[in-house]
């Protein structure tokens, strides 16, 4: 076992309020948070961060538990009809998925009008610190997005 926070919960030497629990996962909420029932869910094994270097199984398992501690809190608030799940590890080098509820979403319809809207033209060059779901006030230029699925292509499978 590893040495970073999540290791320690796991360990049980750090608190944690738990919200999910089976064999290799454990989701508890944030301390941090910043939406009410934004919640962690970690490896119990010690992990890179990378989501994308993960073995796949891992990589599918961690998702199917970030699920299900997202269908267990959408059904816990009556405003919350789904959440988002993001896999940014750049803080803790531990595998782990954010749960994060979608407040007030509760009979949204999918529509450009009940998504994010684009509040400026950001555009980011390099890591903020965060992800953001906003779109650009901008479309992109076709030419470049072929060049850049062009670019992601050129690897194959992975």
Avoid: W
Avoid at 23 to 28: D, S
Avoid at 96 to 119: M, N, W, Y
């Amino acid at each position: 076992m590893g040495e970073c926070v999540f290791c320690r919960i796991v360990a049980g030497a750090e608190p944690c309020h738990v919200v999910y629990e089976d064999e290799r996962h454990l989701g508890f909420l944030d301390i941090f948070p910043n939406t009410e029932g934004f919640s962690v869910v970690i490896t119990k094994q010690c992990l890179p961060s990378d989501i994308a270097r993960a073995d796949d199984h891992v990589a599918a398992g961690l998702f199917e538990a970030a699920r299900r501690v997202a269908v267990k809190i959408a059904a816990a608030y009556d405003d919350v009809d789904r959440c988002a799940i993001a896999f940014e590890g750049m803080m803790i080098d531990h595998l782990h998925a954010k749960v994060i509820p979608l407040h007030r979403t509760a009979g949204l319809q999918p529509s450009p009008e009940s998504g994010t809207t684009a509040r400026g033209d950001r555009y980011f060059e390099a890591y903020p610190g965060y992800v953001t779901t906003e779109i650009a006030a901008s479309r992109a230029n076709d030419e470049h997005l072929a060049a850049v699925a062009a670019k992601v292509n050129s690897q194959g499978r992975r």
